[in-house]
Nanobody, 137 residues
């Protein structure tokens, strides 16, 4: 079983940057897709970005394209989310999650679809505890 721990959240001003980290431990080889999700008060949780760990392919929600970058450091079992040009509507609790119960083409489908379609969230079986990001104007 994989366990995930997020870090790097904080309070910043509009236009500033943050780097979130998602450190994995346990059976990390089983995580086929890792995603970053966020939930703002009173809103549904939404996918922000994901990475297909085998290929390193990355996918983004339209709202963060060009501003956020997801990456992985395989040596340290860590997935990062670099967030630039932050805006007040980026304020949320950010979670990372891992999907391991998928195979072949379905891993690609759910990883590609997760940032933007909440139907795929159920495929992410392991979640971290979250890290708060607050952006003030």
């Amino acid at each position: 079983q994989v366990s995930l721990v997020e870090s790097g959240g904080g309070s910043v001003q509009t236009g500033e940057s943050l780097r979130l980290s998602c450190a994995a431990s346990g059976h990390t080889y089983s995580s086929k897709c890792v995603g970053w999700f966020r939930q703002a008060p009173g809103k549904e949780r939404e996918g922000v970005a994901s990475i297909l760990t085998g290929r390193g392919s990355t996918y983004y929600a339209d709202s963060v394209k060009g501003r956020f970058t997801i990456s992985q450091d395989n040596a340290n079992n860590t997935v990062y989310l670099d967030m630039t040009t932050l805006r007040p509507d980026d304020t949320a609790m950010y979670y990372c999650a891992a999907a391991s119960d998928c195979s072949g083409g379905y891993c690609y489908i759910l990883c590609q679809g997760a940032p933007g379609n909440d139907v795929f969230q159920k495929n992410f079986g392991v979640w971290g505890q979250g890290t708060q990001v607050t952006v003030s104007s």
